[in-house]
T-cell receptor, first 114, second 118 residues
């Protein structure tokens, strides 16, 4: 069964600290993995997208890694800011169809305290 | 700033009412989607469209219906709302997949419509 599991479910950190969010998946055949940020009451916004051959990709203070062998990805946030408080969703796409079916994780709820 | 708009943002209605959630995008994207999201849960695809006059049901069974008469417009309709329909509804769009699959199917989401049925 194709699944995407994220951990931790929730996380509280102090402003300025770093943190790492985890995503494990069983989706096969794998096409790409993307991380989205969803602010409360808003739609998700894409942070990064990685294909099979990419190990790491950065977007400002966000760095995503991908290990396609172990089917694991992480999202590292450096020097956190209050505006980083949001849900971070891992999404994996398969190559089973032209549409590329998407499998969503439940997200990690990150809270950054001053 | 995403060029995909949803209205209304919030809606509270009584049981049995007919409602339509509007979704419009100005990016010329062929593919459009409706997702349902409950607190702490993953997004579930309820409808999608490849283009004009194309509509398909998603993974999650839904009593709602959709139409795609114009490329930019993908409304969702509930003929008779029930409390079980209370949820957040997210509309999204994506460009047609190119020869390079990298970046294919990256979704642009609207801000969502939060529906509460009393």
């Amino acid at each position: 069964k194709n699944q995407v599991e994220q951990s931790p479910q929730s996380l509280i950190i102090l402003e300025g600290k770093n943190c790492t969010l985890q995503c494990n998946y069983t989706v096969s055949p794998f096409s790409n993995l993307r991380w989205y940020k969803q602010d409360t009451g808003r739609g998700p916004v894409s942070l990064t997208i990685m294909t099979f051959s990419e190990n790491t990709k950065s977007n400002g203070r966000y760095t995503a890694t991908l290990d396609a062998d172990t089917k694991q990805s992480s999202l590292h946030i450096t020097a956190s800011q209050l505006s980083d408080s949001a849900s971070y969703i891992c999404v994996v796409s398969d190559r089973g169809s032209t549409l590329g079916r998407l499998y969503f994780g439940r997200g990690t709820q990150l809270t950054v305290w001053p | 700033e995403a060029d995909i708009y949803q209205t209304p943002r919030y809606l509270v209605i009584g049981t049995g009412k007919k409602i339509t959630l509007e979704c419009s995008q100005t990016m010329g994207h062929d593919k459009m989607y409706w997702y349902q999201q409950d607190p702490g849960m993953e997004l579930h695809l309820i409808h999608y469209s490849y283009g004009v006059n194309s509509t398909e049901k998603g993974d999650l069974s839904s009593e709602s219906t959709v139409s795609r008469i114009r490329t930019e417009h993908f409304p969702l309709t509930l003929e008779s709302a029930r409390p079980s329909h209370t949820s957040q509804y997210l509309c999204a769009s994506s460009a047609q997949q190119g020869a390079d699959r990298s970046g294919a199917n990256v979704l642009t989401f609207g801000a969502g419509s939060r529906l509460t049925v009393l």
